[in-house]
């Protein structure tokens, strides 16, 4: 039978590396290096199809092992492509299951699905053909033209203390370029760090990652942000670092300055992290958001049985772009929230984030993005922008925007001069605080 749809016609796995600052977080200091793989699809009406997932050579190799069961398909029939491609899956014998409730780092992979890439090539592939954006093909449909996004704060050390390449954009003409590159370890630096992003992307709602000082230094931090936004939504993120009773004893005065608090505590006194937020939820009334708990279908079961969460950050990496629209529709028929996580990233998945979000029925919580820390290392032409706090959803067909090879082979060339894919924020660390070593019960400068 001829083909009523094109035909894939070449799969390009490219593995691509950006810049980064030295952001803290409870794994350590992020290295002056991050990475991701690309997903570059043709097809035989003369395409484009492109996405975007964590980087790291077991990534690139699952991607690139999926190519004989890509090529020469028909782009219409992309759910049994991603079918062959599930049933062919291996689960690796170090991925122990465990998945990012300790926030592990190395088992990130594990838990990150490398082809919600070609999920997403391919989608870009439909909708080019169909003459229609991404977000239309997904859930019910294009809910909303512009999504909204949160500030995404860190505290950031001092590179000048390592002798690692981290950039330097002191030169910059924009002021928010000059300023994430350098030393923000105190509560008005870090307000400060909020007006400046504010000024560019007009933020109103912001994220900071904690896990990184004492919980009550980060709560000051918090408190000194709400007293500067008096109308923000304002959320921290320790990624689980706290204990149940600490976390408890944190957060019980914090209702009407945190919004939300995420991941406060993790697995304890052999209890599952699942249960112990849904105890800490019980005690303190506080809403929780989580990335760490519920990664996968048969987490969420028992997050949801025990009550343990009222937002789920339901990264498109970890879920696919159909599973985590999956995600948003239960979550809004049974009255909670959803969102999306996300790891240093380009403009390809600030994209795909974009049409996800656009398609999510309800009222989403305002997305993560580090895009802030990455914008103007553009590997599209046409990135989509933040402007008043929100990400504009491209209107063209598929995802609605064009990518810059010249771009994306100067990325694969920083990433060929990397001796290392894999994230180790370890490392850096070791400038910091000679022989430091990932806790998940220790905030990372606490030692
Ligand atoms: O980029 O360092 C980071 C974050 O801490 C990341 O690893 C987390 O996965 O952003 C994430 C989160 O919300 O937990
Ligand atoms: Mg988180």
Redesign the pocket.
């Known amino acids: 039978m001829q083909s009523k749809t094109p035909v894939v016609t070449e799969m390009q796995v490219i593995p691509v590396a950006g810049y980064d600052s030295m952001?803290m977080?409870?794994?350590g200091a992020?290295a002056p290096f991050f990475t991701r793989n690309l997903v570059i699809l043709k097809d035989s009406a003369g395409h484009t199809g492109i996405g975007e997932i964590h980087g790291g050579e077991y990534t690139c190799q699952c991607l690139e092992s999926c190519i004989p069961l890509v090529v020469g398909q028909e782009v219409g029939k992309y759910r049994a492509v991603l079918g062959s491609i599930h049933r062919g899956g291996k689960k690796a014998a170090e991925d122990d299951g465990e998945g990012?409730q300790t926030?592990d780092?190395s088992k990130?992979k594990f838990v990150v699905k490398a082809e919600w890439a070609i999920e997403c090539a391919l989608l870009d592939l439909l909708g080019q053909h169909l003459g229609v954006p991404v977000c239309e093909l997904l859930a019910e449909g294009k809910q909303r033209d512009r999504v909204e996004v949160l500030g995404?704060l860190?505290y950031v050390s001092d590179k000048g203390k390592t002798d690692l390449p981290y950039l330097d954009e002191s030169a910059s003409s924009d002021p928010w370029f000059r300023m994430r590159r350098r030393e923000m370890l105190t509560h008005e630096q870090i307000v400060e760090q909020a007006c400046c992003l504010k000024e560019k992307y007009g933020y109103r709602n912001f994220?900071l990652?904690g896990?990184v000082f004492e919980g009550a230094y980060e709560m000051d931090t918090i408190r000194a942000l709400k007293k500067q936004f008096p109308e923000g939504r304002i959320n921290l993120?320790p990624?689980g670092a706290w204990s149940l009773d600490e976390a408890i004893s944190l957060c019980r005065g914090m209702h009407g300055i945190l919004t939300y608090i995420?991941?406060p505590c993790g697995p304890e006194a052999g209890f599952s992290s699942r249960e112990i937020m849904a105890e800490f939820k019980n005690a303190t009334n506080m809403p929780v958001a989580t990335?760490?708990i519920a990664t996968n279908w048969r987490q969420f079961y028992h997050a949801a049985a025990l009550k343990s969460v009222d937002i789920v950050?339901a990264d498109p990496h970890f879920w696919g772009l159909e599973g985590s629209l999956r995600m948003a529709s239960l979550l809004n028929d049974w009255g909670l929230t959803w969102g999306s996580?996300?790891?240093?990233h380009f403009d390809i998945t600030l994209t795909t984030f974009a049409h996800v979000a656009a398609a999510a029925p309800g009222h989403p919580t305002a997305l993560?993005t580090?895009w802030i820390w990455q914008d103007g290392q553009n590997l599209l032409k046409d990135a989509p922008q933040i402007r008043d706090g929100y990400l504009e959803v491209p209107d063209k067909p598929g995802l609605g925007v064009t990518i810059d090879m010249e771009r994306v082979m100067e990325a694969n060339r920083l990433y060929n001069q990397m001796d290392n894919h894999d994230?180790d924020?370890a490392m850096a660390m070791q400038y910091l605080i000679p022989g430091w070593r990932y806790d998940s019960k220790k905030p990372c400068l606490v030692r």
């Open positions: 952001e977080t409870l794994s992020h990012i926030l780092i990130l995404y860190f994220k990652k896990g993120d990624n995420e991941d990335n760490m950050l996580h996300s790891n240093n993560d580090h994230r924020d």
